[in-house]
């Protein structure tokens, strides 16, 4: 529950004029687009094809529309595809049914702070509206409560809004992809789609400017246009970052081995939900709470994710069993019997630690949550980016989101940085004399500011499971503005 004057605050941020120039923001581009008066660059895109529906793949959707104003579709990789006679150019294919894709309460939380609202701001069409629902359905974070052995606490205030006017606020994953769809025509995303793609390959019958995409025996696949540019939003195993970083438009071996080439495993298992139910009195509202193992095997976070809602998380390291690693499950588990499995085992975990207080209220928000609900999978992270640019180049092809720059979670900027380059990719297109400059000038801008990002955060999740300090450079992170 948000206290009154953080509620004032926000809404102080909500009415205040945006930082951006009116010329750069969507309502201005609108009214451009209706005078004829869209870049080389936006004309050239007409007909993008995003290859992902999670939130970089939307709001990249999202910002092409209301800041380049290029109409894309949007595909979710999967092995069927739906046909369409959608009068949008601009497609997103992604690989989960539609059902799937409809479901507000799919994954867990979302961490949002300043630099990822000002994009949201940014790529929106109603402005401040949509940022004003996440907040609304979120909860707004005042700080971190870390639960010592004994039973002390150490309460760290959170200083984002007196620091920047904004807040951070956890909201449920699935509630903040529905906001961005609802910012789409229905037509443009394309479920149960783009999982079989293995590259793309010249189209045939037209002037070089448009490209196929392709399975593993190079097939063209049915039911895709071809297009002038394909934006790999495709997760942290990404089909898109192995052809970038390889410089290659196919690949020729099993997609998914191709894919987790450049994934760097971090040792743990994630497991995650959001639970009706909130934390309880005792605890510190509108406060995150940590608790870690005192041998780092085990980290425990709570958090509040919304009006009578919390997000749980949990991390448990490999274990060594004569010399090798050993990973808490094998397999991430899928169906609901497999779920259920899940739980039963990380409720025994917690079971076996030390007795506490809070692992036991976390332990009874477990047993509250529904198995399918749970969300699991590996602490992955792409291996550094170095030198390499996120867009291919022969420039069919540019990364956003993890597919760019997937990062360990320790400052939960996922989320922010795939409406960072959401934003700063429309940008560069709006205002590009081509769409190779276009492309270009996204890589220059986002680059050095991920590889940063990538460096913090693995150097936090390492140290924070050791119980070792390390620099905070969260006003860094906040500080963003797009360019």
Request: include cysteine.
């Given at each position: 529950m948000r206290l009154p004057p953080l509620r004032l605050a926000t809404a102080a941020f909500i009415s205040r004029k945006s930082a951006v120039p009116h010329s750069s923001r969507s309502l201005f581009s609108t009214t451009a687009f209706a005078l004829n008066m869209k870049s080389n660059a936006a004309t050239q895109a007409e007909g993008t094809v995003i290859v992902g529906g999670g939130i970089a793949g939307l709001a990249v959707a999202t910002a092409l529309r209301n800041v380049a104003g290029v109409e894309c579709m949007v595909h979710f990789p999967h092995s069927s595809h739906e046909s369409t006679s959608s009068v949008s150019n601009v497609k997103v294919l992604e690989a989960s049914t539609k059902a799937e894709f409809k479901n507000k309460d799919a994954g867990a939380a979302a961490q949002l702070g300043p630099n990822g609202l000002r994009a949201l701001k940014f790529i929106s069409s109603d402005d401040d509206?949509?940022?004003?629902?996440?907040?609304?359905?979120?909860?707004?974070?005042?700080?971190?409560?870390?639960?010592?052995?004994?039973?002390?606490?150490?309460?760290?205030?959170?200083?984002?809004?007196?620091?920047?006017?904004?807040?951070?606020?956890?909201?449920?994953?699935?509630?903040?992809?529905?906001?961005?769809?609802?910012?789409?025509?229905?037509?443009?995303?394309?479920?149960?789609?783009?999982?079989?793609?293995?590259?793309?390959?010249?189209?045939?019958?037209?002037?070089?400017?448009?490209?196929?995409?392709?399975?593993?025996?190079?097939?063209?696949?049915?039911?895709?246009?071809s297009t002038?540019?394909?934006?790999?939003?495709?997760?942290?195993?990404?089909?898109?970052?192995?052809?970038?970083?390889?410089?290659?438009?196919?690949?020729?071996?099993?997609?998914?081995?191709?894919?987790?080439?450049?994934?760097?495993?971090?040792?743990?298992?994630?497991?995650?939900?959001?639970?009706?139910?909130?934390?309880?009195?005792?605890?510190?509202?509108g406060h995150t709470h940590a608790a870690f193992a005192p041998d780092g095997s085990v980290a425990v976070f709570a958090g509040p994710a919304g009006h009578d809602a919390t997000y749980w998380a949990i991390s448990v390291a490999d274990s060594v069993n004569e010399g090798d690693s050993v990973t808490f499950i094998?397999?991430?588990?899928?169906?609901?019997?497999?779920?259920?499995?899940?739980?039963?085992?990380?409720?025994?975990?917690?079971?076996?630690?030390?007795?506490?207080?809070?692992?036991?209220?976390?332990?009874?928000?477990?047993?509250?949550?529904?198995?399918?609900?749970?969300?699991?999978?590996?602490?992955?992270?792409?291996?550094?980016?170095?030198?390499?640019?996120?867009?291919?180049?022969?420039?069919?092809?540019?990364?956003?989101?993890?597919?760019?720059?997937?990062?360990s979670a320790s400052y939960g900027q996922a989320a922010n940085f795939a409406l960072e380059d959401a934003a700063t990719l429309a940008a560069c297109i709006r205002d590009g004399d081509d769409l190779d400059g276009a492309l270009k000038d996204y890589s220059k801008k986002r680059l050095d500011r991920c590889i940063e990002m990538q460096a913090r955060s693995a150097e936090r999740a390492a140290k924070a499971m050791k119980g070792e300090q390390v620099e905070d450079v969260s006003k860094w992170i906040f500080q963003w503005e797009i360019a």
């Amino acid at each position: 529950m948000r206290l009154p004057p953080l509620r004032l605050a926000t809404a102080a941020f909500i009415s205040r004029k945006s930082a951006v120039p009116h010329s750069s923001r969507s309502l201005f581009s609108t009214t451009a687009f209706a005078l004829n008066m869209k870049s080389n660059a936006a004309t050239q895109a007409e007909g993008t094809v995003i290859v992902g529906g999670g939130i970089a793949g939307l709001a990249v959707a999202t910002a092409l529309r209301n800041v380049a104003g290029v109409e894309c579709m949007v595909h979710f990789p999967h092995s069927s595809h739906e046909s369409t006679s959608s009068v949008s150019n601009v497609k997103v294919l992604e690989a989960s049914t539609k059902a799937e894709f409809k479901n507000k309460d799919a994954g867990a939380a979302a961490q949002l702070g300043p630099n990822g609202l000002r994009a949201l701001k940014f790529i929106s069409s109603d402005d401040d509206g949509v940022v004003q629902k996440v907040l609304d359905m979120g909860g707004i974070l005042e700080g971190n409560v870390m639960m010592m052995p004994g039973g002390q606490t150490m309460a760290i205030p959170d200083t984002t809004q007196v620091d920047t006017g904004m807040p951070q606020v956890l909201v449920r994953w699935g509630r903040l992809r529905s906001i961005l769809a609802d910012q789409l025509p229905e037509d443009i995303v394309i479920t149960d789609a783009g999982e079989d793609i293995a590259g793309y390959q010249l189209s045939d019958g037209d002037d070089n400017s448009h490209v196929s995409m392709i399975d593993a025996s190079g097939h063209p696949i049915a039911d895709l246009s071809s297009t002038p540019l394909i934006i790999g939003a495709d997760g942290v195993r990404s089909t898109f970052r192995a052809l970038v970083r390889n410089d290659v438009t196919h690949l020729t071996t099993d997609s998914n081995d191709a894919s987790g080439e450049d994934v760097k495993y971090g040792g743990r298992i994630n497991i995650k939900a959001v639970v009706n139910k909130s934390l309880g009195e005792e605890y510190k509202s509108g406060h995150t709470h940590a608790a870690f193992a005192p041998d780092g095997s085990v980290a425990v976070f709570a958090g509040p994710a919304g009006h009578d809602a919390t997000y749980w998380a949990i991390s448990v390291a490999d274990s060594v069993n004569e010399g090798d690693s050993v990973t808490f499950i094998d397999g991430l588990p899928t169906g609901v019997e497999g779920k259920m499995a899940l739980k039963e085992k990380l409720l025994a975990k917690l079971n076996s630690l030390d007795s506490d207080p809070y692992i036991t209220t976390v332990i009874d928000l477990i047993n509250e949550t529904s198995a399918e609900k749970i969300f699991c999978q590996k602490s992955e992270e792409a291996k550094e980016l170095g030198a390499h640019p996120l867009h291919s180049a022969d420039g069919r092809v540019v990364l956003a989101g993890d597919a760019a720059h997937a990062m360990s979670a320790s400052y939960g900027q996922a989320a922010n940085f795939a409406l960072e380059d959401a934003a700063t990719l429309a940008a560069c297109i709006r205002d590009g004399d081509d769409l190779d400059g276009a492309l270009k000038d996204y890589s220059k801008k986002r680059l050095d500011r991920c590889i940063e990002m990538q460096a913090r955060s693995a150097e936090r999740a390492a140290k924070a499971m050791k119980g070792e300090q390390v620099e905070d450079v969260s006003k860094w992170i906040f500080q963003w503005e797009i360019a």
